[in-house]
């Protein structure tokens, strides 16, 4: 069965029939989003848990690792939320370096996984099933806050969640996550050679949606431009220290959705924020 396999048998379940391009709020994406994540967690987890890892701390597709580029620099003793866990893998790991995280997902059916493997590693990381917009940690309880391609493309709104994440950490800690490149946009989602050619406006903004039959969104996933994510730092408090575009890795075979050497080795595929709460 392959990942595109997994994803239909989803689609089955949530009765999507179509796509479409309109807005979405917050409680209809929410609402489409934890149905979608729960209902392709046991196919997420057995397509990319091997790759992931139990106790590996993976920034995106291309493999960057934690240990080899250290954005969140010496992590002992520091309280860290990953936001966005799934089975909780970079908790795992962070845990492992001596840091006391904390994982939280919207999807109970992927954070039955990160039970599971809590169990699996003997690594028993405290998880709780919440928004990225309604954090529900106390101000400035952590040291930092992480998210590799969790919650962030998938929330009506930047603004508020940078601004619950600068809220729940203490001043000067740091806030570093990973997303899709804003330039993949205007490309199909297709690993392949049909997969170079721009089909849609950068500057489109209209969430991309997936649909049942009376029309309710079963998945949605919005798009920003690099600026509209400079924009929410500097409204929100949140001070931009770099910007990783992680190159394709020499040798490196995977292809995962859209990721792929192909693609990989003309653009980028990943966007990787490091930033800060201003003291």
């Known amino acids: 069965m392959t990942a595109q396999d997994r994803h239909l048998r989803a689609e089955e379940r949530l009765g999507t029939v179509g796509v479409a391009h309109r807005p979405v709020g917050k ?7 934890l149905a979608w994540w729960d209902a392709d967690a046991d196919d997420y987890q057995a397509t990319h848990g091997d790759f992931l890892g139990d106790a590996e701390f993976v920034w995106c597709p291309e493999g ?19 936001i966005g866990c799934g089975q909780a893998a970079c908790s795992r790991w962070l845990a492992s ?7 939280l ?29 309604d954090l529900p940690l106390a101000a400035g309880s952590v040291d930092a806050a992480c998210s590799a391609f969790g919650a ?3 929330v009506s709104s930047l603004e508020t969640v940078f601004g619950e994440v600068r809220r ?14 804003p330039m993949r946009w205007i490309f199909s989602d ?36 690099l600026g509209d994510y400079v924009r929410a730092f500097a409204a929100t408090g949140l001070v931009l220290d770099d910007l990783i575009e ?34």
């Open 190 to 225: 297709d690993p392949g050679p049909n997969g170079l050619t721009a089909i849609q406006p950068y500057f489109d903004r209209t969430p991309y949606v997936e649909i049942d039959a009376s029309g309710e969104a079963t998945y949605v996933e919005y798009h920003r431009t």
């Open 64 to 82: 960057l690792r934690e240990s080899e580029i250290g954005l969140l620099g010496d992590v002992r003793g520091a309280r860290i939320a990953e």
């Open 27 to 33: 409680r209809e994406a929410t609402r489409a989003n």
């Open 168 to 181: 729940v950490l203490r001043p000067g800690g740091a806030w570093i996550f990973a997303v899709t490149h």
């Open 152 to 154: 962030i493309p998938f």
């Open 97 to 103: 370096a001596g840091a006391y995280p904390v994982g």
């Open 246 to 279: 992680p190159e394709w890795p020499e040798g490196h075979t995977r292809v995962w959705g859209q990721w792929s050497p192909l693609r990989g080795k003309l653009f980028p595929g990943t966007a990787i924020f490091v930033t800060h709460r201003e003291k």
């Open 105 to 133: 997902d919207l999807s109970g059916g992927m954070l039955r996984h990160a039970s599971n493997a809590n169990a699996r590693t003997g690594v028993d990381i405290p998880l709780i099933q919440a928004s990225a917009e």
